[in-house]
């Protein structure tokens, strides 16, 4: 019988547990940031690198240029080519500025 009423707690307060561990998550996630406009000016899939004509990086404090990013997936570089317009997200990576999201701009 104690053991059916202990059961019987853990089933009642299950969901209360998990829904604070959901909004726990979603708090902790990174805050959406706005994406960058850039043009794709060259691709380096040897080297997993891509140069961008971009627009102002204001969590990098960048202004535009163009410039070469790493990318955190190789894929990514399959996304785009040259002289496509895309959107993008870089961060400083173990001190490499490196481009977290990428799509072509639809
Ligand atoms: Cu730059």
């Known amino acids: 019988m104690k053991t059916l009423l202990?059961?019987?707690?853990?089933?009642l307060t299950h969901p209360a547990i998990h829904a604070e561990s959901l909004k726990a998550a979603s708090?902790?996630?990174?805050?959406?940031?706005?994406?960058?406009e850039a043009v794709v000016r060259k691709i380096d899939k040897d080297a997993g690198k891509i140069t961008l004509k971009h627009g102002a990086i204001p969590n990098l404090d960048m202004p535009p240029m163009t410039m070469v990013f790493r990318v955190q997936q190789p894929a990514m570089l399959e996304t785009a080519g040259v002289?496509?317009?895309?959107?993008?997200?870089?961060?400083?990576?173990?001190?490499?500025?490196?481009?977290?999201?990428?799509?072509?701009?639809?």
């Open 6 to 11: 202990l059961m019987t707690a853990l089933v």
């Open 27 to 36: 708090e902790e996630a990174a805050p959406t940031q706005a994406m960058t």
């Open 83 to 106: 002289g496509d317009a895309v959107l993008f997200n870089a961060e400083r990576v173990n001190g490499l500025l490196t481009i977290t999201t990428l799509q072509k701009t639809p």
